[in-house]
């Protein structure tokens, strides 16, 4: 055994039948968060994620008050110092567990929905995602205690998600929905009559780098796009259309990246984000996110910096979260 694993699971071990007595003194609430952060340590498939809740239980536990799924509480702000507030993140490499299991090509890094959902929603709020591919803001979501809906326009892959959605008994108090449907023609205030919700704290917003990756054929889909302009007109629209469904002072995270071609760079993330600030939205923050290694740019690595030095050009090892505040 390696000994990684022996490390978690000697970790877990120390919270096997863990149990809050009656007589605790402790309220319900309390009580359930941190039964919660035990049993994601129990469910944790390494021992990076073990220790990332295991910092959570310990400070919810050397502080009642503070509890990350209520959102940031400012007089305890000195607590919060998993939340990143500088604009370059370098997070290293993909968390993995038993729901993000990365079976997506083209899926993002989980650590991205959490540092957004716990920046900005607090507990029992509504996150969207309307390309919500294999469902990654859905289960993070999930996890931190919001309600989330996701919508994607591939129909094997919504089943898959919705499958996995389904076969994940726990924390079923909050609703995690995807739908199968086109988020370029999508009703989204539909889905606020449908649940019953004043409306989304936040969408966190991931579209295909326009054509880099081939999603489907379905022309409806934003990698079929004929050309860039098409592709980022047909955001701006999608955004544009969910903007009646968000809450004022929302907030949108738009995850992309840039491309090549033509032997030049098409700055699709500078595009899509003049895009969005043509729709009136505030433009909060630039993050700069590093891209790590995919297992064939790794086996590839000589190639690639053989190709760069040769051709002049620069490997892509960043891509951008755009964070824009919704104003009503
Ligand atoms: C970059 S992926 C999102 C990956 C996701 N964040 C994850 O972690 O798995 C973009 C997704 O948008 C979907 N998509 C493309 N055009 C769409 C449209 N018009 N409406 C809804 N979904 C669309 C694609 O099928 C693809 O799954």
Same mark, same amino acid.
């Given at each position: 055994?390696?000994?990684?694993?022996?490390?978690?699971?000697?970790?877990?071990?120390?919270?096997?039948?863990?149990?809050?007595?009656?007589?605790?003194?402790?309220?319900?609430?309390?009580?359930?968060?941190?039964?919660?952060?035990?049993?994601?340590?129990?469910?944790?498939? *390494? !021992?990076?994620? &073990?220790?990332?809740?295991?910092?959570?239980?310990?400070?919810?536990?050397? @502080? =009642? #008050?503070?509890?990350? %799924?209520?959102?940031?509480?400012?007089?305890?702000?000195?607590?919060?110092?998993?939340?990143?507030?500088?604009?370059?993140?370098?997070?290293?490499?993909?968390?993995?567990?038993?729901?993000?299991?990365?079976?997506?090509?083209?899926?993002?890094?989980?650590?991205?929905?959490?540092?957004?959902?716990?920046?900005?929603?607090?507990?029992?709020?509504?996150?969207?995602?309307?390309?919500?591919?294999?469902?990654? *803001? !859905?289960?993070? &979501?999930?996890?931190?205690?919001?309600?989330?809906?996701?919508?994607?326009? @591939? =129909? #094997?892959?919504?089943? %898959?998600?919705?499958?996995?959605?389904?076969?994940?008994?726990?924390?079923?108090?909050?609703?995690?929905?995807?739908?199968?449907?086109?988020?370029?023609?999508?009703?989204?205030?539909?889905?606020?009559?449908?649940?019953?919700?004043?409306?989304?704290?936040?969408?966190?917003?991931?579209?295909?780098?326009?054509?880099?990756?081939?999603?489907?054929?379905?022309?409806?889909?934003?990698?079929?796009?004929?050309?860039?302009?098409?592709?980022?007109?047909?955001?701006?629209?999608?955004?544009?259309?969910?903007?009646?469904?968000?809450?004022?002072?929302?907030?949108?995270?738009?995850?992309?990246?840039?491309?090549?071609?033509?032997?030049?760079?098409?700055?699709?993330?500078?595009?899509?984000?003049?895009?969005?600030?043509?729709?009136?939205?505030?433009?909060?923050?630039?993050?700069?996110?590093?891209?790590?290694?995919?297992?064939?740019?790794?086996?590839?690595?000589?190639?690639?910096?053989?190709?760069?030095?040769?051709?002049?050009?620069?490997?892509?090892?960043?891509?951008?979260?755009?964070?824009?505040?919704?104003?009503?």
């Amino acid at each position: 055994m390696a000994s990684n694993e022996r490390n978690l699971s000697s970790l877990k071990q120390k919270f096997i039948n863990i149990e809050l007595p009656e007589d605790s003194g402790l309220d319900d609430s309390y009580k359930s968060v941190i039964l919660r952060e035990i049993n994601q340590i129990l469910k944790s498939q *390494t !021992l990076e994620r &073990a220790k990332h809740y295991l910092g959570i239980l310990s400070r919810n536990l050397a @502080n =009642p #008050d503070w509890n990350i %799924k209520q959102g940031i509480n400012m007089d305890l702000w000195k607590g919060y110092d998993h939340i990143y507030t500088d604009s370059l993140w370098i997070m290293g490499k993909r968390v993995s567990n038993d729901y993000h299991k990365a079976w997506y090509w083209g899926n993002f890094v989980p650590q991205i929905p959490f540092q957004l959902i716990s920046r900005y929603t607090e507990e029992g709020e509504w996150v969207l995602d309307p390309f919500c591919g294999s469902g990654t *803001t !859905l289960f993070e &979501a999930r996890n931190l205690g919001r309600n989330s809906i996701g919508i994607e326009l @591939n =129909p #094997d892959i919504y089943r %898959k998600v919705k499958e996995s959605l389904l076969s994940e008994r726990d924390n079923s108090l909050y609703v995690s929905e995807v739908t199968n449907g086109n988020s370029l023609t999508y009703d989204f205030t539909e889905l606020l009559a449908k649940y019953d919700i004043d409306g989304f704290r936040l969408s966190i917003v991931h579209p295909p780098y326009w054509d880099i990756i081939k999603f489907s054929d379905n022309p409806d889909d934003l990698s079929n796009s004929p050309d860039l302009e098409d592709f980022v007109l047909k955001l701006k629209e999608t955004i544009k259309r969910m903007l009646p469904a968000m809450k004022p002072e929302s907030h949108i995270g738009l995850v992309i990246g840039d491309m090549y071609r033509g032997g030049e760079v098409i700055p699709l993330g500078f595009k899509t984000m003049a895009a969005l600030q043509d729709l009136g939205l505030k433009l909060r923050g630039i993050v700069v996110k590093d891209i790590q290694n995919t297992k064939a740019k790794r086996t590839n690595e000589n190639l690639w910096r053989y190709r760069a030095l040769k051709s002049g050009f620069y490997v892509f090892r960043h891509e951008y979260i755009f964070v824009f505040k919704v104003m009503k």
